[in-house]
């Protein structure tokens, strides 16, 4: 007597390759809000240790006189972080359906470093013509000016993340 057995095996390897892909982009994710939270702290220490070098210095000329010197390094650190934390989301987010065009990368990279350090500069150069004048109101506007431009890039960048997820879920979907 033989008797036959048949049997079926099937494979599905679409759903768990698309399983893997969501948790490396998520992980991607969590790395950069995490590497931006650091970021931020950061910043909020070197604007403390910066108010404070203001703070601790006797004489007010050797404050205006400095205070440049001090701007610039704050651009630079700033505009470093900021570009590092910009090339590492971009880099980590290549090929996953985050990913931006490089037009979008390189104006997302260049114009809030420049704009802030635009800001600063404009405020601290005027301070250094005016002989550190700080009465008046073209001084008020360009100290407000920094702070502003910051918070700007700070809701558009959001905005821009915000959008750019809504968008790729709605492709998703």
């Keep these: ?14 759903p768990e390759k698309d399983v893997k892909r969501s ?10 809000v995490t590497t931006y939270i650091f970021g931020s702290f950061g910043i909020c220490i070197g604007n403390v240790c910066e108010q404070l070098v203001y703070a601790l210095v006797e004489n007010i000329e050797k ?24 090339v590492r989301t971009m880099i980590l987010l290549q090929g ?33 013509l005016s002989d550190c004048d700080e009465a008046g109101v073209i001084v008020n506007m360009l100290l407000v000016l920094p702070i502003f431009v910051h918070l700007f890039w700070n809701v558009t960048l959001f905005s821009f993340l915000a959008y750019h997820v809504y968008k790729v879920e709605k492709i998703k979907n």
């Excluded at 007597?1 to 679409?14: F, G, H, P």
């Excluded at 404050?63 to 910009?86: A, K, N, P």
């Excluded at 990368?105 to 114009?111: D, E, R, V």
């Design 1 to 14: 007597m033989k008797t036959t057995i048949e049997t079926s095996v099937s494979i599905s390897i679409a």
């Design 23 to 32: 948790s490396v982009v998520d992980v991607r994710i969590k790395w950069i």
């Design 63 to 86: 404050i205006c006189v400095g205070g440049i010197y001090v701007v610039y390094l704050r651009v630079i650190v700033e505009g470093l972080f900021f570009s590092f934390y910009l």
């Design 96 to 128: 996953s359906v985050f990913e931006i065009s490089k037009c979008k990368q390189y104006w997302l990279g260049i114009a809030p470093a420049a704009t802030f350090g635009t800001a600063l500069f404009a405020y601290n150069i005027y301070s250094q």
